[in-house]
């Protein structure tokens, strides 16, 4: 399943961005979806995920400031990032997974967010 992620950039602190990432296949429905990160000399951690059926997940750190997506006639899912800190910057990438109907455990490339003080 080819995971496209799109919208990173350079932020101010305070600022915001908006990550999407765009899936191809027929599956994606079947798929629960993730945003995970991975800062420089840090192991990736998940920033917010969202289940096939809609139930979301946020990370302390991020909550009440990231909101997660989903489209799935799109077949993407989406990351708003508001009111965005220093410590948010990292590569974020996209995961796509299932444990059923033959498992999926998917990575798209990552997409640099710098947020600078």
């Known amino acids: 399943v080819p995971l496209q992620a799109s919208g990173g950039g350079v932020v101010q602190a305070g600022g915001y961005l908006r990550l999407s990432c765009a899936a191809s296949?027929?599956?994606?429905?079947?798929?629960?979806m993730g945003w995970y990160r991975q800062a420089p000399g840090k192991q990736r951690e998940v920033v917010a995920t969202v289940g096939r059926e809609g139930s979301t997940y946020v990370a302390d750190s991020v909550k009440g400031r990231f909101t997660i997506s989903r489209d799935n006639i799109k077949k993407t899912v989406s990351l708003q990032m508001n009111s965005l800190k220093p410590e948010d910057t990292a590569v974020y990438y996209c995961?796509?997974?299932?444990?059923?109907?033959?498992?999926?455990?998917?990575w798209g490339r990552g997409t640099q967010v710098t947020v600078s003080s």
């Open positions: 995961n796509a997974r299932r444990t059923d109907f033959g498992g999926l455990d998917a």
């Open positions: 296949g027929t599956t994606f429905s079947l798929n629960d």
